[in-house]
């Protein structure tokens, strides 16, 4: 009978803003697994921490930890570069690294809104260029792209974030179509509303009120359910996807957005 194929062990994966929230869940999902992850973000202080973790942990992968903004291209291949030192080759990139901040759209400034572009966009584009010649080189390999509920339909007071996150699934399908041929999948993930630290302090949630992950009529997730979904793209069970967006947020509701979960509007 057909076992299905999760294994991610011995294989290197990059991790960026992993130092909390949904990335460091994928981190430690992925390196509790067996492979071997390359985290960073803007500071070490804060990504350290999460790589001496999973070191220090029994039974999984070796973690790197590396201060890189990947707003910054030339830190993004100094990257790449010694995560290629360390571990030898990358087989798996995640690219989760963004932000956002709720304003109305004539409110939004010309700074403002070339930064949640850069972040969110062009860090993407940094990131699947520079690993993505690392795979091409080599013998292929996955990538999942984050996205969110904001870039899949309306979002008031996000037009910024939307239309970064929108042009990432449009992104993840068009280079899945070029690099097929090269051995490399590429697909994307699409959260709803998550408990990230940020959420959570807006909410006012802690963790021990979160709903468990058992309910079905939650309309709020754990950052782990978003690990488990990167964790199927990038295994050999996914091994027929490739350009797709997963959508995880929960209970269906018409014209969801995060202002309006948030009660912004």
Known sequence: MHEPDYSVAGETAIVTGASQGIGEAIAKTLAASGANVSICSRSIERVGPVADEINDADDAGEALAVECNV???????????????????????????????????????????????????????????LAGEVMREGSGG????????????????????GASKAAIIRLTET???????????????APGLIQTPGVADTLGIDSEDMPAREKTDRRIGHTEEIADAVQFLVSPAASFMNGETITV????????SM???????
């Open 259 to 265: 202002s309006q979960d948030l009660g912004l509007e």
């Open 142 to 161: 996955r990538i999942v792209n984050l996205s969110s509920v904001n870039g899949q339909h309306a979002a008031p007071g996000e037009s910024h974030y």
């Open 175 to 189: 280079i899945a179509a070029e690099w097929a041929g090269d051995g490399i999948r590429v697909n994307c993930v």
């Open 71 to 129: 707003r910054e291209r030339e830190q993004v291949q100094a990257f790449v570069d010694e995560t290629v030192d360390e571990f030898g080759d990358i087989d798996i990139l995640v690219n989760n690294a963004g932000g956002e901040f709720v304003a109305p759209f004539e409110d939004i400034s010309a700074n403002g809104w070339e930064t949640i572009i850069d972040l969110n966009l062009n860090s993407t584009v940094h990131c699947m260029q």
């Open 249 to 256: 947020k929960g209970v269906p509701r018409a014209g969801n």
